[in-house]
């Protein structure tokens, strides 16, 4: 029994900031109930996006919106928050917040009150001072980054298309990609893929005309799926005419020149960042102890080192991976997100009653990558699977674990219909832009780009 009532505050609705309130929900609901638990979520977006289906997404085999999980729905007994934390002062039990009426009003940030805090504002994007890297490249992180960029590749296969200069028409079929990991190469894999399809369907745009690129500063890609499975990927992306460069980096991409270490120039008008990421800046404003880079300090319990009533886990936190060597973290990936927030959830509810905590511990169950339609590597129990199987595995083990049955059911429809339909290879660019047609007809000034997102 909760002693008296309890005010909860979740900043952050990605993996570990919904999947947390969805157990307190299930763990808490006669507390809930009785009133004597109040969950608060802050978040940016109303909705939790599913990382793993950005590809497909990009590549059109799955629409934006079954990408996301709505919190509202799914989280009917917490109070959402759309805004973002800019402060906190644990020592006080404060957090300092913006919301969409914030400018409206006039008021200035608002302050909220709480007794338990769980930080889980994820990460963002790992940049570097590169000349031309803020001016032109696009990250991979979010749903409107994954349909803009689809949008961009095809409308460079429109501008190569129509246009007399060999320069232009170059740059717009080059492709750069940064980074080897799972976003990287899921990214470039699934674009190659459509791009390659969809160009049937132009007269003067052939396959082996387009330069894709990927940039990878270590010596391997995929290091998840271990060593031999990362040598094969790479030898499938080269039999695909895939540029890849290892221990290779950016330089600089300004003037829409892609400049490489090893002394490489590309033309290009597309550079997709995917290096990396770091911790959210929020953590930086809280009073809580973090390590070298960035992270919370966490106990094996999930709660913040040395501050009571504060919890993380995720991409936010640095907990300790008790399975392996001492002074050994876990890996801030989707797969640990998912299970540090069950073990957060309970936790949290155990403190409330006065019980024992969990010690969170983890099996390794292993890694799966898609390469394109048909393609991919995997890694599972043990057993390493190529192609087809692979490619197969990747799709259920990420319906299995994509929330709620709603989102399962329209995944998999989609599958269905595209298995059964041609691909989609319309470019909607002008979404991006949704008045410029109207402020051109009502006298105003056009953006430089009305119709395009590049």
Known sequence: MVKERARILIVGGGYVGMYTALRLQRQLKPELKRGEVEITIVSPDPYMTYQPFLPEAAAGLISPRHVVVPLRRVLGQCRIIIGEVRSIDHAKRTATLTTLATEEEGAGAEQITYDELVLAPGSIARTLPIPGLAEYAIGFKTVEEAIGLRNHVIEQMDIASSTRDPAIRDAALTFVFVGGGYAGVEALGELEDMARY????????????????????????????????????????????????????????ADRVAVLSDGARFPTRTVVWTAGVKPHPILAATDLSLNERGRLKCTPQLTVDGAPHAWAAGDAAAVPDVTAEPGKETAPNAQHAVRQAKVLGDNLAHTLRGEPLETYSHKYVGSVASLGLHKGVAHVYGRKLRGYPAWFMHRVYHLSRVPTFNRKARVLAEWTLAGLFK????????LEHPRAEFELAAGGKPP???KGSS
């Not at 010596?219 to 080269?238: A, F, H, K, N, W």
């Open 198 to 253: 969809a160009a049937r369907y132009y007269h003067n745009v052939k396959p082996e005309d387009m330069k894709w690129i990927l940039v990878e500063a270590s010596d391997r890609i995929l290091p998840e799926v271990g060593e031999e499975m990362g040598r094969y990927t790479v030898s499938q992306l080269r039999r695909r005419n895939i540029d890849v460069r290892l221990e290779t980096r950016l330089n600089s991409c």
């Open 423 to 430: 691909r989609e290879i319309v470019s909607l660019g002008s």
């Open 448 to 450: 430089t780009d009305p």
